[in-house]
């Protein structure tokens, strides 16, 4: 079979992210329709490549390959890419995005970096550093797709990214706790859990007891301060890049759920998904809907 031409091809790369971004993040596959017909793609490419990179954990059994794929990454993102970096679908998909909307390649380097804390099984540090993982995955990723609906201007939303990005985060964080714990992973932070005369052991063992539960709803009141900033912002944030922060019309509905359970790590089911569209089409109207 004859090779595709460039523009087949990388057609395909776009599809291949839509098809990901569907399957494994629902939330960010949702709010991307509510953008503009000729920049959903791109979003598709952005929350694909972050896919790429938040699951680099869960495909590997040891630490040294995640930190080699997430260097391949690094590479690719700074045009030391071997080999041909556009026959990886997301990779040709997100470096086209990169260069027709011109992304700064910083943030998309300092995501794969806070990625890295993923790999080991050390205790978060403290608040602060969480708030800046959370700054460097998830509000990085809504200040780029932010970049991509302003049609080249400055969106002016890096407050409402920083603040929406953490009540995100943090929102799934603690929907994941059970899970986290199964791994050996611990993103409570520590001054959290000494508060409570609390350690890393408390949490990898998934010890229900009340210190851990206070433990869970500072979580919680955290993710609540966060929405509350953000949903402050909203009113005042350029109306083409709503989609960008549409994720983060869930967060009150689930933290809601998740407050009327109390066990420490308790799994409430999620949301049902007919209502967390709805809370975005409603969100949608804060931005103007198309």
């Given at each position: 079979m004859a090779p595709l031409p460039p523009t087949a091809s990388l057609a395909a790369s776009f599809a291949h992210c839509e098809d990901m971004v569907r399957q494994g993040d629902k939330d960010r596959w949702l709010a991307a329709l509510f953008a503009p017909a000729d920049r959903r793609a791109d979003l598709m490419a952005l929350h694909a490549f972050n896919l790429e990179i938040a699951s680099v954990r869960e495909r590997i059994s040891d630490p040294l390959p995640g930190e080699v794929r997430l260097q391949w990454w690094r590479d690719v993102l700074n045009g030391e890419g071997r080999g041909?970096?556009?026959?990886?679908?997301?990779?040709?998909?997100?470096?086209?995005?990169?260069?027709?909307?011109?992304?700064?390649?910083?943030?998309?380097?300092?995501?794969?970096?806070?990625?890295?804390?993923?790999?080991?099984?050390?205790?978060?540090?403290?608040?602060?550093?969480?708030?800046?993982?959370?700054?460097?995955?998830?509000?990085?990723?809504m200040q780029l797709a932010a970049l991509i609906l302003a049609?080249?201007?400055?969106?002016?939303?890096?407050?409402?990214?920083?603040?929406?990005?953490?009540?995100?985060?943090?929102?799934?964080?603690?929907?994941?706790?059970?899970?986290?714990?199964?791994?050996?992973?611990?993103?409570?932070?520590?001054?959290?859990?000494?508060?409570?005369?609390?350690?890393?052991?408390?949490?990898?063992?998934?010890?229900d007891s009340p210190a851990m539960r206070r433990v869970r709803g500072a979580m919680i009141a955290l993710a609540h301060r966060h929405q509350g900033a953000a949903a402050a912002l909203v009113g005042s944030a350029d109306r083409r890049t709503g989609a960008a922060f549409l994720p983060l019309a869930t967060v009150a509905p689930r933290l809601t759920r998740l407050a009327r359970h109390q066990a420490a790590?308790?799994?409430?089911?999620?949301?049902?998904?007919?209502?967390?569209?709805?809370?975005m089409w409603r969100w949608s109207g804060r931005f103007g809907r198309s």
């Open positions: 041909d970096v556009m026959a990886h679908p997301v990779a040709g998909a997100l470096l086209d995005v990169i260069g027709r909307h011109n992304l700064p390649i910083k943030p998309l380097v300092d995501l794969i970096d806070a990625r890295v804390f993923d790999l080991y099984d050390d205790p978060m540090p403290s608040t602060a550093d969480l708030e800046g993982y959370c700054g460097d995955t998830s509000a990085a990723l049609e080249g201007d400055d969106p002016r939303t890096a407050d409402l990214a920083g603040h929406a990005g953490l009540a995100y985060a943090v929102t799934g964080l603690v929907r994941s706790f059970a899970l986290h714990a199964s791994r050996g992973q611990v993103f409570i932070p520590a001054d959290m859990l000494a508060a409570e005369g609390l350690g890393r052991d408390d949490v990898v063992t998934g010890r790590f308790a799994t409430p089911p999620d949301v049902p998904q007919w209502r967390l569209q709805w809370a």
